[in-house]
């Protein structure tokens, strides 16, 4: 699997948009970019995943770059439930086997 | 509440003793995983399981750790003669999709934090 960078913490005002940024740049073309986030004493929460399209759901946005290199995940309007950690994850879905995670983004929002 | 269990939450042993860990799936998620925590890093995978079948296993997973999914429901992972690097907060996990693309979506249960003294 492709590894990812991501910057170590992110602060945002609570009501704004939080965008956190993930490299991929030696991702194949069958992997997947994933995101999941680790509230504080929680198990990891699945967030969204994708290939090469824009994808949205209730939760976030993920904008993938025409290169695939890179990632933004979109939090449109962040609340202080947001604070977590952030796991951005690029997988091969040819075998169901691990998540890879590294130290992720530690976002914290503030008022 | 459908979601990942396991039991116990915390667990507080001594070195040298043997602990067992459960996790109750997701009703009909025929697969589980095993994860381990330790402060301020990611999730590491340990094992993962299609229904009953072990399918792979971490190179972290020692001799002294074991993995069971008997009847493809609940799973159980023992540590034996348990040392004080065990410590970590073990997760487990489950997924639902079968076919291909398979999916990365696993969800998580709140995971068992276990501290040898």
């Known amino acids: 699997d492709a590894k990812t960078t991501q910057p170590t913490s992110m602060d945002c005002a609570e009501g704004r948009a939080a965008n956190l940024p993930c490299n991929h740049s030696t991702i194949s073309g069958n992997e997947y970019v994933y995101w999941y986030r680790q509230i504080h004493s929680q198990g990891p929460q699945y967030i969204i995943h994708?290939?090469?399209n824009n994808e949205t759901n209730e939760m976030a946005s993920l904008i993938i770059t025409e290169d695939r290199k890179s990632s933004t995940l979109i939090l449109p309007h962040a609340t202080l439930r947001d604070t977590a950690v952030y796991y951005c994850?690029?997988?091969?879905?040819?075998?169901?086997?691990?998540?890879?995670f590294g130290t992720g983004t530690r976002l914290q929002v503030t008022l | 509440d459908t979601g990942v269990s396991q039991d116990p939450r915390h667990k507080i042993t001594k070195r040298g003793q043997n602990v067992t860990f459960r996790c109750d799936p997701i009703?009909?998620?025929?697969?589980l995983y095993w994860y381990r925590q330790t402060l301020g890093q990611g999730p590491e995978f340990l094992t993962y399981?299609?229904?009953?079948?072990?399918?792979?296993k971490s190179r972290l997973l020692s001799d002294r750790f074991s993995a069971e999914r008997p009847k493809g429901s609940f799973s159980t992972l023992e540590i034996q003669r348990t040392e004080q690097g065990d410590s970590a907060m073990y997760l487990c996990a489950s997924s639902p999709r079968q076919g291909f693309p398979l999916s990365y979506e696993q969800y998580f249960g709140p995971g068992t934090r276990l501290t040898v003294t």
């Open positions: 994708g290939l090469k």
């Open positions: 009703s009909e998620h025929n697969r």
């Open positions: 994850i690029v997988a091969y879905t040819g075998t169901a086997s691990k998540l890879t």
């Open positions: 399981f299609q229904n009953e079948a072990q399918l792979e």
